[in-house]
């Protein structure tokens, strides 16, 4: 494994953990959809860019290839679905 995909994904879960814990107390404080909303957005995205980025392969190697085949077609869409919604 090389060194680098480590820190660059030990960094990026790094930062989306922080980003929901902040999601999730301005849900915690306000109880809006805008906070419910910034949530989905800030998952979806996440689950979209560690997908996407080989994390879960890396993870979960006896992951199915068509699992993974399905998660990676619905969640990348949907990201940006959700991201032009913001637009």
């Known amino acids: 494994m090389d060194s680098a995909k480590l820190i660059i ?7 989306l953990v922080t980003l929901a814990t902040i999601s999730m107390v301005d849900i915690a404080m306000h109880r809006s959809l805008a906070a419910w909303r910034g949530l989905a957005f800030i998952l979806t995205t996440g689950c979209s860019a560690m997908l996407l980025t080989g994390l879960v392969d ?30």
């Open 9 to 15: 994904w030990s960094a990026m879960l790094g930062g």
């Open 58 to 87: 890396f993870a979960f190697p006896g992951f199915t290839d068509a699992g993974l085949l399905a998660l990676k077609t619905s969640f990348a869409p949907l990201s940006g679905a959700l991201a032009l919604s913001y637009l």
